[in-house]
């Protein structure tokens, strides 16, 4: 691929690579910011990729750099934008827009690589597998981020959390039978 098909190509993906970036960033300055780094490592490495694996090697671009950048700035004490409450502005929101700023804002507070999984997995629509492979993490670790991922939104959105699943436990024997349960299995 060539410089033409570089600047093609990003014209065609930068706005869907964009709200992927923000839905992973939470914060649309930032994302613009992750954008223009992920753009420069995409042209550096340009010549090397194939076009078969390029969404895949943005997507991974995008998620670590988010997760990263996210990690640096809680090591610095920052916190990040907050969506403003819109509510006695005098600006009107309909339901479906405050539902989506809801989401937005719920998503912010998951945990960075867990909300690159969910965005990724969710809103990206890709498999356990093609997840991985973008965050290079094990499918095993896709799969526990996105549950816990998953838990975290639910808990920010006010949501009641579902336990993870486990069987049903055994009732345990108790006295008289309890001694002859544990006597059949001294033999």
Same mark, same amino acid.
């Given at each position: ?6 600047? @093609? ?30 753009? %420069?490592?995409?042209?550096? *490495?340009?010549?090397? %990729? ?9 997507? @991974?671009? %995008? ?7 996210? *990690?640096?700035?809680?090591? !610095? ?35 960075? @690589? ?12 890709? $498999? ?8 290079? %993490?094990? *499918?095993? $670790? ?8 998953? *838990? ?19 009732? !345990? ?15």
């Amino acid at each position: 691929m060539d410089r033409h098909d570089f600047t @093609r190509v990003v014209r065609e993906r930068a706005v869907p690579w964009r709200r992927v970036t923000f839905l992973i960033c939470g914060d649309w300055g930032r994302a613009e910011d992750l954008m223009q780094v992920v753009l %420069i490592r995409l042209y550096r *490495q340009w010549h090397r %990729i194939d076009e078969n694996g390029l969404e895949a090697y943005v997507r @991974r671009i %995008i998620s670590r750099l988010a997760v990263d950048e996210a *990690q640096r700035a809680a090591r !610095r004490g920052e916190v990040l934008g907050e969506v403003p409450d819109l509510a006695g502005t005098g600006v009107a929101v309909d339901e479906a827009v405050s539902g989506v700023l809801d989401v937005r804002a719920a998503l912010r507070k998951v945990p960075p @690589r867990q909300r690159a999984v969910l965005v990724l997995r969710f809103y990206d629509e890709l $498999t356990v597998a093609e997840t991985a492979t973008a965050l290079r %993490i094990s *499918q095993g $670790t896709v799969k526990s981020q996105s549950a816990r991922g998953l *838990q975290a939104l639910q808990t920010a959105l006010g949501l009641p959390v579902e336990p993870d699943w486990a069987p049903p436990a055994r009732p !345990r024997p108790t006295g008289h039978t309890e001694r002859r349960h544990t006597e059949r299995l001294r033999g």
